[in-house]
């Protein structure tokens, strides 16, 4: 049957930055489509626990700050993931970081936080999971892109550099690691009502104009992605790579 694709009994994902916001939806609906799963973060990813417990997965919490990671503690992150769950078939990487200034303006520090925790943690982290994945002969990552991986964006240069970076990773990986039945592919989230995006809700004229841009008229939320990354962690997307998804409410379409 078509839905057994789609399911993830038996799978171990580690999803970054998912102690709110969409990290935790994307953890949430893997462990509902029946993953086991670690969740990475700097901060507290207890709630996101109890909400993956209570649905009878297991649950492995990962206290990192990718902003001071390096390659080398990446790597552990991997191995700690096998060595406590048994395995790692899903990498999901969410983590992420805007700082906003005009070009002008914008400083040193401003661009690197946002290049470290955005492009460099996105392939090293990938990398060390491809290393576990080729060994095992199968493997699904499945980065974060955005709107602004197509499009120039304002007064956020790093976060527009990074994300369009993302994409170019993801097809770059694709196309090396599809051979080992690899699969690295990207969701490109619309206008999101998350944390990130506080500032231009905030604003009621920047928000109208968001608003007036979407053809479905409204916000996107966790729940809008929980089918894309359930698809993407899964068989049914076996013979996809390298894409770059936009869940957008039509952003791009107008």
């Known amino acids: 049957m078509v839905l057994d694709s789609f399911r993830l009994n038996g799978r171990v994902a580690l999803v970054t930055g998912a102690a709110q916001g969409l990290g935790q939806g994307y953890a949430i609906a893997l462990a509902e489509a029946g993953a086991d799963v670690a969740a990475l973060d700097r901060s507290e990813v207890s709630e996101t626990g109890k909400l993956i417990t209570a649905l009878g997965r297991r649950f492995m919490p990962i206290q990192c700050d990718l902003r001071e990671a390096s390659v080398d503690d990446l790597n552990q992150v991997a191995s700690r993931v096998v060595a406590e769950m048994g395995r790692l078939d899903i990498l999901v990487n969410n983590a992420g ?18 290049l470290q925790i955005n492009l460099k943690a996105t392939f090293f982290l990938s990398q060390a ?50 051979k080992h039945n690899i699969n690295v592919n990207a969701i490109a989230p619309g206008y999101m ?34 089918g894309i990354v359930v698809f993407l962690a899964s068989a049914a997307s076996d013979y996809m790579n390298g894409a770059i998804v936009p869940v957008d409410g039509g952003w791009l379409a107008r």
């Open 129 to 178: 999971a491809a290393k576990v994945m080729v060994k095992r002969g199968e493997g699904k990552i499945i980065n974060v892109a955005s709107m602004l991986s197509f499009q120039g964006g304002i007064i956020v240069p790093s976060y527009t550099a990074a994300k369009s970076a993302v994409a170019g990773v993801t097809r770059a990986l694709a196309n090396e690691w599809a």
């Open 97 to 114: 970081i805007i700082r906003r200034a005009p070009a002008l303006e914008f400083s040193e520090k401003d661009w690197d936080d946002v």
């Open 193 to 226: 009502a998350t944390d990130n995006t506080a500032p231009l809700r905030a604003d009621p004229v920047r928000s109208q104009t968001i608003l007036d841009r979407i053809p479905a008229g409204r916000w996107g939320t966790p729940d809008d992605l929980k």
